[in-house]
């Protein structure tokens, strides 16, 4: 069984910054890519980066220039560093992860969620 565990998120005042974690544990073989979504209240689940086991990034145009995704294979963690946050950033923040597991005789792909941790930006 694979488990993403998220940290990091609060209540901050507009302008300012957040750094999520979230660790992955478990029996797996590899991480493929790693990611972060959100989702604010009445809206539905976006991407807002991600980060392949190469290291190649991509973020939500929204969050360009603002949010920095960075993973230590080692500790088979990733981070979301986050600054100049906003009002609008507002939401549960959610991990993701590709994983190759075994189960029996079977290599298979599984992709794993975290709980969820919440930000909120105050103005």
């Known amino acids: 069984q694979v488990q993403l565990v998220e940290s990091g998120g609060g209540l901050v005042q507009a302008g300012g910054s957040l750094r999520l974690s979230c660790a992955a544990s478990?029996?797996?073989?590899?991480?493929?890519?790693m990611a972060w979504y959100r989702q604010a209240p009445g809206k539905q689940r976006e991407l807002v980066a991600r980060?392949?086991?190469?290291?190649?990034?991509n973020y939500a145009d929204s969050v360009k220039g603002r949010f920095t995704i960075s993973r230590d294979n080692a500790k088979n963690t990733v981070y979301l560093q986050t600054s100049s946050l906003k009002p609008e950033d507002t939401a549960v923040y959610y991990c993701n992860a590709g994983t190759v597991v075994v189960t029996g005789p079977t290599i298979r792909y599984l992709e794993v969620w975290g709980q969820g941790t919440l930000v909120t930006v105050s103005s």
């Open positions: 980060i392949a086991s190469n290291g190649t990034t």
């Open positions: 478990g029996s797996m073989l590899s991480i493929t890519a």
